[in-house]
């Protein structure tokens, strides 16, 4: 244990790097499913069915074009969603490049930056353990991000997650491999 640090209580001190929040950004999205290689599969699979339908048509009729179109725009989506927009946020959101110190204890939760500090009330709907973070699902639709590596070893680990279920008795946790 650290130093002033108590059995029931565990204490992370970290800052994001852009390349490690893209990860877990891609990670959430293909766990919730919101980005998955399914998806892919059954756009794949649509372009082959409508070229093969010009082509047997010999000409690219109204509704053909309208598949296409919307395969067009479903996979430049993805592409947006998957490559672009995880790198954008951290660029765009300073505070996510701040150092942040989160003190997690029974009662409740400790949050301190380089310009404020709060107290939270243990508010967490789902908890994710992947292999480098972390996430906490609230109420709202967000999430927080905690990389693994902030913990001290797995005993800090095991604590955090004993004091998230003891404070969350109805959260649903989930442990990707």
Do not use: C
């Amino acid at each position: 244990m650290g130093k002033n640090e108590l059995p029931d209580q565990v204490r992370v001190t970290f800052q994001l790097e852009r390349g490690e929040y893209i990860r877990g950004v891609r990670y959430y999205l293909r766990k919730s499913h919101l980005v998955s290689w399914v998806q892919v599969l059954v756009m794949l699979f649509a372009l082959a069915a409508t070229v093969t339908v010009t082509l047997m048509m010999e000409r690219l009729n109204f509704l053909n074009t309208l598949v296409l179109v919307l395969l067009a725009m479903a996979a430049l989506y993805g592409l947006w969603l998957y490559w672009i927009k995880p790198g954008r946020i951290f660029d765009r959101e300073a505070e996510l490049a701040e150092p942040v110190t989160f003190l997690f204890t029974q009662e409740d939760v400790a949050r301190q930056d380089e310009t404020a500090a709060a107290l939270l009330d243990w508010d967490i709907k789902k908890l994710w353990r992947g292999p480098e973070f972390y996430y906490l699902f609230g109420s709202s639709e967000g999430y927080t991000l905690l990389p693994l590596r902030a913990f001290q070893d797995e005993e800090a680990r095991l604590r955090f997650e004993s004091l998230a279920q003891e404070a969350n008795p109805d959260m649903i946790f989930r442990h990707f491999g």
